[in-house]
């Protein structure tokens, strides 16, 4: 087995800060994710990638930037926080291939004051 | 583009009953669906999964079956329990990455 820890676990900031999301994988999976969780929305993709140093954008890749310089880790930045947003933020990992299990942190959860 | 329908938001019911949540989907690729649950303050994890049409999958006493020809795979369990009121997200890869629906509640009442 293995784990995805996600750090912080809160984060509070301000109106056009920028916040960086960190994440961290053992089980030796090349592929990773950044999913955001809004309430009665989803789950949404932000930002995957498939190995080292490679970066794909999702969905809702507007107003983030992420990082992957070592295959366990994996890093969300948001570029401008917007004012009132609240959010949880997940990041998971699999292994190649369609069938693979997405495997999930406990996720960080925003707010922007 | 690929997306996937869950109707209900909520779903009420009391112990013991049966239950059927929704997932349809869209794509023009073959499809490999699943279903996500996720307890309160816990991370989502799979409950199941499957890319075999008409073809019935089961795990933890819930089961769902993909059909292709409706593009669904309704997630149903014949007796709820309390410890089953949970976030449920059914989710589809036609290749790429996992796209997740909005997700139902489940909420059990005694």
């Known amino acids: ?113 | 583009g690929d997306s996937v329908t869950q109707t209900e938001g909520l779903v009420t019911l009391t112990k013991g009953l049966p239950v059927m949540l929704n997932c349809t989907y869209q794509t023009t690729y073959s499809p490999f669906l699943f279903w996500y649950v996720q307890h309160l303050n816990e991370a989502p994890k799979l409950l199941l999964k499957s890319s075999t049409d008409n073809k019935r999958t089961e795990h933890q006493g819930f089961y769902a079956t993909l059909h292709k020809s409706s593009s669904s795979f309704h997630l149903q369990k014949s007796s709820v329990q309390l410890s089953d009121s949970a976030l449920y997200f059914c989710a589809l890869n036609s290749g790429t990455y996992q796209r997740f629906g909005t997700g139902t509640k489940l909420q059990v009442v005694p």
């Open chain 1, 1 to 113: 087995g293995g784990i995805i820890t996600q750090t912080p676990k809160f984060l509070i900031g301000q109106e056009g800060q920028k916040l960086t999301l960190k994440c961290q994988q053992n089980f030796n999976h090349d592929t990773m994710y950044w999913y955001r969780q809004d309430s009665g929305k989803g789950l949404r993709l932000i930002y995957y990638s498939i190995t080292e140093n490679d970066l794909q954008k999702g969905d809702l890749s507007e107003g983030y930037d992420a990082s992957r310089e070592k295959k366990s880790s994996f890093s969300l930045t948001v570029t401008s926080a917007q004012k009132n947003e609240m959010a949880v933020f997940l990041c998971a990992s699999s292994g190649t291939g369609r069938a693979e299990t997405l495997y999930f942190g406990s996720g960080t959860r925003l707010t922007v004051l």
